[in-house]
């Protein structure tokens, strides 16, 4: 038995998403799962200079063809791993994606990352909003204890944004050629901070 086999048989099970799939609606935002009419911007968004170099990575190298094929086959796994879900304005206007990601079954952690690709809604609160959304899904439908996240060391808007979302703690680090700030917040804290937040939390067969 290999170590991966190894690793899986003793994987503690804890949840990492919700029984089923919801829809949780703040004051700006509706965090929703990935659908197939999204795949036309997250194609847009994934392949913008800008919002790349923000990611700290490099656009996509795909066709649209590609692309398309790749996150239609994404739609129908469920991963043990990370979590997916769009952002929409509360017009049901696809407006950006959020997920967790690299989930720590042993020490409940995970990462977590989001993209407001539509530059109009920019320095709005739509991307504080979505981030409050997200932490509400994990901390109350799954057994995660610590969310963090890294931010470029520049991107002084996004930590501001961040901060406002319940994330604290900014450190310095740095991955390669890049430095960013760790941010990270845990399930008692945001909780006990966030206890008045109102937040609407649907069950995603039940929207019309």
Not at 44 to 73: G, H, M
Not at 77 to 84: A, M, N, V
Request: glycine content about 4%; some cysteine; proline content about 3%.
């Amino acid at each position: 038995m290999n170590s991966r086999s190894w690793k899986k048989l003793f994987m503690p099970k804890i949840n990492t998403k919700a029984a089923k799939p919801i829809t949780i609606t703040g004051e700006k935002t509706v965090l929703r799962p990935k659908q197939k009419k999204d795949i036309q911007n997250d194609f847009k968004w994934r392949t913008d200079i800008e919002l790349s170099e923000l990611d700290a990575t490099l656009p996509i190298n795909l066709s649209y063809e590609q692309f398309e094929r790749i996150s239609i086959n994404d739609l129908h796994k469920s991963s043990p791993w990370s979590e997916k879900f769009s952002i929409d304005n509360l017009n049901e206007e696809h407006i950006g994606n959020c997920m967790f990601y690299d989930i720590n079954r042993w020490e409940k952690s995970c990462e977590f990352g989001i993209m407001i690709g539509n530059k109009t809604f920019w320095n709005s609160g739509y991307g504080t909003d979505a981030a409050k959304n997200l932490l509400f899904y994990i901390f109350n439908y799954t057994d995660i204890n610590e969310v963090y996240l890294h931010t470029l060391l520049k991107n002084n808007r996004a930590q501001k944004s961040f901060s406002k979302a319940g994330f604290e703690n900014p450190k310095e680090v740095k991955k390669g050629k890049y430095e960013f700030i760790r941010m990270s917040t845990l399930k008692e804290e945001w909780i006990n901070k966030f206890n008045d937040i109102e937040l609407k939390a649907t069950l995603e067969e039940e929207q019309d």
